[in-house]
């Protein structure tokens, strides 16, 4: 069966490359020799794909792609608080969106979040494997079968923590942090029980047939990514980054969409080399990072901490950034969690898309820009990252100056009228102009 990589490769330009090429106002037989080349992925299973999904295109030539986590514990949350965050995440400007749902019905849950998202829709399967049974009893069957059930139901692309080898784990020793990855965890805990390699890395080819059959795209997991800043860039970290390029390499030749998964925690002077090394291992794939987190003594505040390291990782290469929310570290995100996280990652992303150069990335920054200077406050606020934000402080604020939401006034509540630096400057011009 045919995929967007073996397509790409053949010379064809599918919808889903017309579709990627019109939303970043490029031209389409570039979008397509990305693809082929491995450096751009378009994660679009063939179910959901039929269904609701709108195709996008993520790699660094293109604009920085965010997602959002979401998902139940098995403490905490429902199917109808995930769906809010999931609609939350999507209102805030999401470009995809996982379910690392841990809880109970974890079908069901999927299938009610898959059949409201527009968006590429990810998961980690080694979590529904043990629903029900123990580490251990983990076998290539269960796993097989998770699968291939997540893949009919339309999952996008799938973290896969093949990575993570037995002879690695003696590298841990040395961590201040160990392993914060859940999937690298349990892949851990059962390597050392069985004294065997990481089942998911022996049967790579099966799972490569399984995702190249329904065309989804591999999201190799860093499962010993650094938990902690001090274990960053690490022998254990490089080691498993190496058996990822030879799995990048290995899934597309079986014709397999690559992106690869990269470092949690990582001081900022470390963030250049970390996305270079990736690239040159993983031969462009598309590098998908967790923050990077700069600094660990911000727990409350990881997605200011994150979108720092986010900024730089981007500019630097990476594809895909993983939001933070200001509850990482301390518990399950609700709404306004996810919004905020969302909204620190836009901002990273954005920032970084301007850095870079990329066409039109600054055009909505001169527009506000252009707004703010002539006190066209309704077109400010609509301009604006987040319109939400903005308008309900711009609304306290013509409270304060006793002005309507939207004053003709040339002047805000922050210098007051008379020493107004936007409206001296526009008396400025009008000086200069009669001169």
């Not at 019109?22 to 990305?34: C, G």
């Not at 306004?336 to 992303?349: E, F, L, Q």
């Not at 301009?383 to 309900?392: K, N, S």
Request: glycine fraction near 8%.
């Amino acid at each position: 069966m045919s995929t967007q990589l073996q397509e790409a490769k053949n010379g064809k330009i599918t919808n889903e490359i017309k579709s990627v090429a019109e939303t970043e106002h490029l031209n389409a037989e570039f979008i397509r020799a990305e693809v082929a080349a491995g450096h751009i992925v378009i994660p679009a299973n063939k179910i959901h794909l039929n269904s609701n999904l709108k195709p996008i295109g993520i790699g660094k030539a293109l604009t920085t792609k965010i997602n959002a986590n979401i998902g139940t514990s098995s403490i905490s949350s429902s199917v109808e608080e995930e769906i809010e965050k999931m609609q939350t995440a999507i209102d805030a400007g999401a470009d995809a969106v996982m379910d690392l749902s841990t809880g109970a019905n974890l079908d069901a849950t999927r299938v009610e979040l898959l059949g409201n998202c527009p968006l590429p829709f990810g998961t980690v399967p080694i979590y529904q494997v043990i629903e029900g049974r123990n580490v251990e009893d983990i076998d290539r069957k269960s796993i097989l079968q998770t699968i291939e059930k997540q893949a009919k139901q339309g999952v996008d692309f799938f973290t896969i923590h093949a990575g993570v080898l037995k002879e690695h784990l003696p590298l841990l020793e040395r961590r201040v942090g160990g392993i914060v990855s859940r999937g690298g965890a349990l892949l851990a805990k059962w390597m050392l029980y069985h004294n065997k390699q990481n089942p998911l890395y022996e049967m790579f080819d099966e799972l490569c047939g399984i995702l190249a059959k329904y065309d989804i795209c591999f999201s190799l997991g860093d499962g010993l990514r650094p938990g902690a800043i001090a274990d960053a860039t690490d022998e254990a970290q490089i080691a498993e980054l190496n058996t990822l390029g030879e799995l990048t390499e290995r899934a597309q030749q079986k014709g397999c969409q690559v992106m690869v998964e990269g470092p949690g925690h990582i001081p900022f002077d470390q963030i250049q080399y970390n996305i270079e090394i990736q690239q040159k291992i993983c031969n462009g794939a598309p590098f998908y990072v967790l923050g990077p987190v700069v600094t660990d003594i911000a727990p409350g505040y990881d997605h200011i901490t994150s979108a720092i390291g986010g900024t730089a990782a981007a500019f630097y290469g990476a594809s895909f950034l993983c939001y933070v929310t200001p509850k990482e570290h301390l518990g399950l995100p609700n709404s306004d969690d996810v919004r905020a996280g969302v909204i620190a990652v836009k901002i990273a992303a954005h920032a970084a898309d301007i850095a870079k150069g990329l066409k039109n990335a600054d055009k909505k920054d001169k527009k506000l820009s252009t707004a703010r200077a002539n006190l066209d406050w309704k077109t400010h606020l609509k301009e604006a990252l987040d319109p939400q934000t903005a308008e309900r402080m711009h609304k306290d604020a013509c409270k304060e100056i006793g002005a309507e939401e939207f004053p003709t006034a040339d002047y805000c509540s922050m210098c007051g009228k008379k020493w107004c630096s936007v409206r001296i400057n526009k008396e400025l011009k009008n000086l200069l102009k009669n001169k």
